[in-house]
Each structure stands twice: as structure tokens, then as C-alpha cells.
């Protein structure tokens, strides 16, 4: 996927609110920092990573999890918080039958908290648009060819609600312990753009 993103003007713009907003008083530059440090320090892939493997091991947990993501994610430490606006975190099973994909068509909206930082190409208008009216070609551009018995769905997130997928567990992997099988997703995998 193409990078058609420029985000030079968004940031020049929190530049500047971050500026008046320290002049008021309203924000410490260092506080922000710590908090901004500690936070990147804890969204990494390897959250989704874990509550994968933990749902193709744990049937109970799985069903939670697709039941209520936020209710379930504390069983492993984990949470939607951080933000200054509750998120809904809803995780979607691919199947035979079904194939899951993410994308948020207005921003960026991603679960950073289990997904890391967001992939370039997520960002860039190029996929926001063309994964919603062609999600089979862009699944093509990124080597994942699926049958065409094989149903698209395609997730928009915004503010309020974020998507994980939850991909299907290769086959042969029964014999696997929970680390091994989180070593096998990708963030790909959790967006739906790669089968794992």
C-alpha cells in the first residue's frame, strides 16, 4: 500500500495548541512527556499478540472477549484506558466463512493500546478509501488472497468504538503453548490485512 499520508500540518498544529496550552498553565511539557513515555512504553503489538493466543486457548475467555473486549482485557492486565474518552474495543472472529478487516475512514482511530503505533500505510487516505469499495483488491496488494466463497467484512472505527481482529489459528498448531502461539500473529493479522 502506497503512503499518501502527510501528516506535517496536523502536527504543526498540536505544536501549537501544546504552545497555548502551556502559556495558559492548562499543560506541563514535562508531564506531558512522562505521561507520553510511559504510555509508549506499554501499546505494543505484543498485547493483541497475548490476548490472541489466549482466546484460541481459552474458550471462555474468547467468548468474553467477543461478548465485551473491555470487560474481558483485565484478566491480562490490559484495558482500553489512557485516553481522554472511554473507548469500546470490539473484537471481531475471522471464520471460514468470514474475513475481517479494520480501517477508521475519517482519521486514524486504532487500538494503540494493543496494537502498538499505527502502521503508515493505515493512515494514508489511499487505503482508507479503497478498502472500504474494494477490500478484496487491497487484501490482494498486501498477499493475502482469500476464496471468494470467503465474505469481507469491513470495520469502521471512530472515537467512541476501536476494532482488533481476531484471526483464525493456523492449522497444526494444537500442541503450541500460549507464547508460541502469540509469536505467531502479526499486527497485520490484527487488522485484518495478513490471515495471522
Not at 10 to 37: F, M, S, W
Request: with cysteine; charged share 25%; hydrophobic share 40%.
Amino acid at each position: 500500500m502506497s503512503d499518501d499520508h502527510d501528516d506535517s500540518a496536523i502536527a504543526a498544529q498540536v505544536r501549537d495548541l501544546e504552545a497555548v496550552l502551556e502559556e495558559k498553565g492548562l499543560l506541563d511539557a514535562q508531564e506531558l512527556d512522562q505521561v507520553l513515555e510511559v504510555f509508549a512504553h506499554k501499546a505494543l503489538p505484543a498485547n493483541g499478540f497475548r490476548v490472541v493466543a489466549r482466546a484460541w486457548t481459552d474458550p471462555g475467555f474468547r467468548t468474553r472477549l467477543l461478548d465485551d473486549a473491555n470487560e474481558a482485557l483485565p484478566e491480562l492486565g490490559l484495558s482500553m484506558g489512557g485516553g481522554l474518552q472511554p473507548q469500546v474495543l470490539h473484537v471481531v472472529e475471522n471464520t471460514a466463512e468470514v474475513h475481517n478487516v479494520i480501517v477508521c475512514t475519517l482519521c486514524s482511530c486504532y487500538p494503540l493500546s494493543l496494537l502498538g503505533a499505527s502502521p503508515t500505510w493505515y493512515k494514508s487516505p489511499a487505503y482508507r478509501s479503497k478498502v472500504v469499495s474494494h477490500p478484496r483488491e487491497v487484501l490482494e496488494q498486501f498477499g493475502l488472497v482469500l476464496p471468494e466463497s470467503t465474505r469481507i467484512e469491513v470495520w469502521d472505527a471512530n472515537a467512541e468504538s476501536r476494532y482488533m481482529v481476531l484471526p483464525r489459528r493456523p492449522d497444526g498448531t494444537q500442541d503450541l503453548a500460549e507464547a508460541e502461539l502469540a509469536a505467531l500473529v502479526t499486527r497485520n493479522g490484527l487488522i485484518g490485512t495478513a490471515a495471522v
